[in-house]
């Protein structure tokens, strides 16, 4: 089955830091760039970041930049993001999506379900 | 940085045309991607380039992009239909740049 799944959110005090996973399964993970999508709690869709297939290129939300770092494992079909110095403006689902190409531009064509990051003290 | 605006919401009856609109600076020299997503779902790709739609999705909903306005049209609405519908485009200087969504309501 075409699938990304998601983990590693849950409950992290503020200034803290956290590793997301995303592990990719039933398509060639490397023919793909891939992205972190977040949406707070009742709000919209916002891009975090985004690698080229073979993590030649990576990109940021200016949100973000400097705090969150993005990566992948072709090898284990597996995205990464780590999350440095939270924020509780950080907290919300956090979206693994495939783009549509190994390269830059375009739009999504598989989500997973999300994970849930929650900034409180 | 780049901008689009969409509607908070839109209501419709069964059986009707819902347009959502996706309003950008001479957003008809981009390409529009548009995005399903229901409560407590990941979010799903309903029309990529404009006016392509995936497989399985119904040719019920269709887009269009012109001048500083892209639409995405859902034509004989269904209760399925009801969702949040989120427009997407990309800018070389904000890169994914997402619209703030359109609550698609069926009365």
């Known amino acids: 089955e075409v699938q990304l799944v998601e983990s590693g959110g849950g409950l992290v005090q503020p200034g803290r830091s956290l590793r997301l996973s995303c592990a990719a399964s039933?398509?060639?993970?490397?023919?793909?760039?891939m992205h972190w999508v977040r949406q707070a709690p009742g709000k919209g869709l916002e891009w975090v970041s985004g690698?080229?297939?073979?993590?030649?290129?990576?990109g940021y939300a200016d949100s973000v930049k400097g705090r969150f770092t993005i990566s992948r494992d072709n090898a284990k079909n597996s995205l990464y993001l780590q999350i440095n110095s939270l924020r509780p403006e950080d907290t919300a689902f956090y979206y693994c999506?495939?783009?549509?190409?190994?390269?830059?531009?375009?739009?999504?064509?598989?989500w997973g379900r999300g994970t849930l990051v929650t900034v409180s003290s | 940085s780049y901008v689009v605006a969409q509607p908070p919401s839109v209501s419709v009856a069964p059986g009707r045309t819902a347009s959502i609109t996706c309003a950008g600076n001479n957003i008809g020299t981009k390409s529009v991607h548009w995005y399903q997503q229901k409560p407590g779902q990941a979010p799903v790709l309903v029309i990529f380039?404009?006016?392509d739609r995936p497989s399985g999705i119904p040719e019920r909903f269709s887009g269009s992009n012109s001048g500083n306005t892209a639409t995405l049209t859902i034509s004989r609405v269904e209760a399925g239909d009801e969702a949040d519908y989120y427009c997407?485009?990309?800018?070389?200087?904000?890169?994914?740049?997402f619209g703030a969504g359109t609550k698609v309501t069926v009365l």
């Open positions: 997407q485009v990309w800018d070389d200087t904000s890169d994914y740049v």
């Open positions: 380039y404009d006016n």
């Open positions: 039933g398509f060639t993970f490397d023919d793909h760039a």
């Open positions: 690698i080229s297939w073979n993590s030649g290129y990576s």
């Open positions: 999506a495939r783009a549509y190409t190994s390269g830059w531009r375009g739009y999504f064509d598989l």
